[in-house]
């Protein structure tokens, strides 16, 4: 069984900053990409940013300078540190993996979701 757990959402003040987790627990072999997504109120789901194994970093355009992902492979962990946020950044993040699993190999996971909302 593989878990993607996800914590550090909350309210926030447009320009201040929050840091979300999430942490892959269970029979993993290894992680590949991971990644954070995110859907506002009726719009579909979008990428935020991926990060690779090796650290390679990808983001969307709309994020690009005020957010960074990181991650630690030795905790299966990864990180979205969002700085300036603004009101359109209100949005469930949603964390993601492709992992390699010890048994039945390959498959990709989602976290549950945390709420980010940008608010005064």
């Known amino acids: 069984q593989v878990q993607l757990v996800e914590s550090g959402g909350g309210l926030v003040q447009p320009g201040g900053s929050l840091r979300l987790s999430c942490a892959a627990s269970?029979?993993?072999?290894?992680?590949?990409?991971m990644g954070w997504y995110r859907q506002a109120p009726t719009k579909e789901r979008e990428l935020v940013a991926t990060?690779?194994?090796?650290?390679?970093?990808n983001y969307a355009d709309s994020v690009k300078g005020r957010f960074t992902i990181s991650r630690d492979n030795a905790k299966k962990t990864v990180y979205l540190q969002m700085n300036s946020l603004k009101p359109e950044d209100t949005a469930v993040y949603y964390c993601?993996?492709?992992?390699?699993?010890?048994?039945?190999?390959?498959?990709?996971?989602w976290g549950q979701g945390t709420q980010v909302t940008v608010s005064s």
């Open positions: 269970g029979s993993i072999f290894s992680i590949n990409t």
């Open positions: 990060i690779t194994s090796g650290g390679s970093t």
């Open positions: 993601n993996a492709d992992l390699v699993r010890w048994v039945a190999g390959t498959a990709n996971y």
